[in-house]
């Protein structure tokens, strides 16, 4: 039954790992690095999914939503990780929300059972005020959690749009949202620890949703960060670097660009590349919804 853990492809013992408490260090890596070579090829047969998600992550955005990451242990720390890390990356500002069952706030004080509770999956989207301008994407290994089916079932009758990303295929989650993203790399070298191969495939992926969603909507240019916070003298230091790349000039001329610009680095490279003034180079912005890749 798919609501039987242990009938699960995630839960399955491993044969190439019953010796692993005998194994050297050497023997023990090596066989972990081997069975990682399988999340490439679970990821890549499930890329149509992935980018079908995508696509909706974007259009969510657009029109002023969120997406929202939903999930419990680990999955859900996974998906609080990509939230928070958008923010330095692309200078995210509540575009990416996580959502962890036990209302995490310390990884040792969560709330074990939290996930057993397909109600509180509800009842904390409504908490955050999910709308149908949102997009839900519920988180777990197994695709049976019932925090997260919880969640997603309550999308499908408010009529919010949400996806399901699983490691094991016909899973429930799959029946309860739009689609479901479920690469599957197989027993995991502990038996049943998805933080291993199940984790690093929801890792892969939500690296590409976060990644390429901003890509989509002008938060890179070429395959440069143009939106990093200029929160800390690492961060200035950085974007300075990066306008000198972006725009082959000095490093002087990139900090007198920056303070000008209050270390806004779009304005700051649409200054140099096109020799108009802030003022303009903010216009030009204006027009683009922020998009520099509709100006350069």
Not at 134 to 143: A, E, L, R
Not at 218 to 233: A, F, Q, T
Not at 251 to 273: D, S
């Amino acid at each position: 039954m798919r609501d039987n853990l242990m009938t699960l492809t995630s839960e399955e013992r491993n044969p190439a790992s019953m010796n692993l408490p005998h194994m050297s260090v050497a023997e023990s890596t090596a066989l972990m690095n081997q069975e990682d070579e399988a999340c490439t090829k679970a990821v890549r047969e499930v890329l149509p999914e992935v980018n079908e998600t995508i696509e909706q992550c974007i259009a969510a955005l657009r029109r002023g939503g969120r997406i929202i990451f939903t999930g419990a242990a680990h999955s859900g720390y996974l998906g609080m990780l990509d939230a928070y890390e958008a923010n330095a990356t692309f200078g995210t500002h509540g575009e990416f929300v996580s959502i962890v069952a036990g209302n995490f706030t310390d990884i040792m004080k969560t709330d074990g059972g939290a996930e057993d509770s397909a109600e509180n999956g509800a009842l904390d989207l409504q908490a955050r005020e999910v709308t149908a301008k949102d997009f839900v994407i519920g988180i777990s290994s197994s695709g049976r959690t019932p925090y997260v089916i919880g969640a997603l079932s309550w999308c499908q009758k408010q009529g919010i749009p949400c996806a399901g990303l699983v490691n094991n295929k016909h899973s429930l989650v799959s029946e309860v949202c739009d689609r479901v993203m479920a690469p599957t790399p197989g027993p995991e070298v502990i038996t049943g620890s998805t933080r291993l191969k199940a984790g690093t495939c929801q890792k892969m992926i939500l690296n590409m949703i976060t990644t390429v969603t901003m890509a989509q909507l002008g938060n890179v240019y070429e395959n440069l960060m143009i939106n990093v916070p200029p929160v800390s003298d690492k961060m200035r230091a950085r974007l300075a670097y990066i306008l000198t790349q972006a725009a082959g000039c000095t490093l002087e001329t990139a900090q007198a660009r920056l303070t000008e610009c209050n270390y806004q680095i779009k304005p700051a490279l649409i200054m140099e590349l096109k020799h108009v003034s802030r003022c303009e180079a903010e216009a030009l912005l204006s027009d683009a919804d922020g998009n520099l890749n509709q100006i350069l």
